[in-house]
Each structure stands twice: as structure tokens, then as C-alpha cells.
């Protein structure tokens, strides 16, 4: 028993001391001087980016009390749209624009400088995070990677709109990227990167003139001609075969019968006259020998 007496004199003891600690750490936070780091906070390193509240956010680098701004562009709410991010043709300008929304899904006017839009082609030579985008010093708004050139062209209904022109076919690498809240770097808005697939514009066969086109147009043609007359020629047939026979038909089948019979009778008649004047022949031809010999 006393010695939990001493126990509880001794932690009522500690609270004024608890009180003091916690005083001068507030004082600290609010004088924006550095504070030890405990397991439970974690200062911001130098270079870490967050936005403060208003309309004139500015970046605050390294500093404990820095607070999210919740009407920033949040990378899971943003999105793009447009046919530019799936298909393109060479030499023609594709187009698709970024719509912002903040934290809460609220969509807010589109402000140029808080995304990064990066266009490229992918090939197997290269490996497209390894590429260094430049600003484009003549071009306000543009960004080159390798030989593409992306361009901020305006803002339609609180969206930014962007523009590029593939000057090779094949597949581009579309990614579009926003400051994270929470100071983490620069995070992919959803669906990023976008894959987009850019033809060269050609029609059937690449480079062929136009008597290889009208070559090609003829041949076809007799083709299908001759495919057409093959299958009603076949057709024709069979339905000869079993179609039913009318009166007409039966007569003259019955007429053909007759006449292959009359032609074997005709036949065996001439064989059985040539049988009889051989026999014939022959017996003549016997008695003048027996004559002879008398």
C-alpha cells in the first residue's frame, strides 16, 4: 500500500513537467523552428513540394508545418480524353486534353504549370524512361522529347488542351503527370501513360502508282467474275440433277430408249449377216475342193 502511495505522488508529480515539455514543443512548431523527430512525425526532406491553401499557391519546400492544399489536382481524380492519346496519323496534328480534379472529385480550371505532358515514340533501341524532355525555348508551353513535340494550346471549359504531331507510325507513349499532394514527386494521373497508335496515312499498299492500283482493280474484278460463274455453273447442275422431270423429258427419255434399242437391234442384225455369208464362204469353198478331186 505505501508503496503505491509513492507511485502516484510521484507521477502527479510529473505532470507539471509533461505540461512545460508540451508548452515549449508548441512554441517551437509555431516559431518554425526544427523539432527533434519522433517515430511518430517524420520532417520533410529538403526538395519535398506540397501546396498551401489559395489561389496563389506557392511551393513550400522542407518546412515542418506545410499543409496539402485540398484544392490541388490529385493524380487519382484527374484524367485525359480525346482521340490524341489513342490513335494518330503521321503528319497530322492529334489532340486530347486534361480535365483537373482535386482530392474531392471537384473539377477546378486546368492550370498549365501543375501537369507534365511527355509524348514519344517507343522503340526497341531506346528505353523511353531514360529520355530527357527539354523545354522548347521559342514555344511557350511545349515540351520535346527525341523528335515530338507536345504544345499547351488553350483551355476549353476549365480543361487544358494539348497537341502534338507524330512524325513516325507506330505506337507513341502519352504520359501526363501532376504534383502529388502529399509532396511524394510528380505521380501519373489515371490511365497514365497512355499508349497511342499512329498509322502512316497510306492506302492498301504503301508507294504503288496508280496503274498498280488499277492493275490490282482489274484483277480483282475478273476474279470475283470468275468466282460468280463458277459457283452458278455448279449450282445449275446439281439442280439439273434433282430437279423433277416434266412430261416433255419423259417422252423424250422414253424416245432415246427406243432409239439405243433399235441401234443394238440394227447392230446385231448386221453381225448376224456377217456370221452367215462367212459361213457362206466357207462352204463354198469347200465343195469346189471336193469336186475337184472326183
Avoid at 124 to 153: F, K
Avoid at 267 to 277: C, D, K, V
Wanted: charged share 20%; proline share 6%.
Amino acid at each position: 500500500m505505501g508503496h503505491t502511495s509513492r507511485e502516484f505522488e510521484t507521477s502527479r508529480r510529473s505532470f507539471p513537467l509533461l505540461g512545460i515539455c508540451l508548452v515549449l514543443r508548441l512554441c517551437l512548431l509555431s516559431e518554425g523552428q526544427p523539432v527533434a523527430p519522433t517515430g511518430a512525425f517524420q520532417l520533410p526532406q529538403q526538395g519535398d513540394v506540397s501546396y498551401s491553401q489559395g489561389a496563389q499557391a506557392q511551393p513550400m519546400i522542407g518546412r515542418a508545418d506545410a499543409v496539402p492544399d485540398p484544392h490541388a489536382p490529385a493524380a487519382f481524380n484527374c484524367f485525359a480524353a480525346g482521340d490524341g492519346i489513342r490513335e494518330g496519323e503521321v503528319g497530322k496534328v492529334a489532340t486530347f486534353e486534361v480535365v483537373a480534379r482535386d482530392m474531392f472529385g471537384d473539377e477546378h480550371r486546368c492550370d498549365p504549370e501543375k501537369f507534365v505532358v511527355r509524348v514519344l515514340p517507343l522503340t526497341a533501341s531506346h528505353d523511353e524512361d531514360s529520355v530527357q524532355c527539354h523545354a522548347v525555348q521559342d514555344s511557350p508551353g511545349c515540351l520535346a522529347c527525341r523528335t515530338t513535340t507536345v504544345c499547351m494550346t488553350g483551355t476549353s471549359q476549365g480543361a487544358c488542351q494539348y497537341a502534338y504531331t507524330p512524325n513516325t507510325p507506330g505506337f507513341f507513349r502519352i504520359q501526363v503527370q501532376t504534383p502529388s499532394t502529399s509532396g511524394e514527386g510528380l505521380l501519373d494521373i489515371q490511365g497514365s501513360p497512355f499508349r497511342a497508335h499512329v498509322e502512316d496515312g497510306g492506302y492498301l499498299l504503301p508507294g504503288m502508282s496508280f496503274l498498280g492500283y488499277l492493275g490490282l482493280f482489274l484483277v480483282s474484278i475478273l476474279g470475283a467474275l470468275f468466282l460468280v460463274t463458277l459457283f452458278f455453273a455448279t449450282a445449275w447442275q446439281r439442280w439439273k440433277r434433282r430437279r423433277p422431270l416434266s412430261e416433255d423429258d419423259l417422252e423424250i427419255e422414253r424416245l432415246d430408249r427406243i432409239a439405243e434399242g433399235l441401234e443394238e437391234t440394227r447392230r446385231g442384225r448386221e453381225e448376224r449377216a456377217a456370221m452367215l455369208e462367212s459361213f457362206r464362204v466357207r462352204k463354198g469353198g469347200g465343195g469346189g475342193e471336193g469336186a475337184g478331186g472326183r
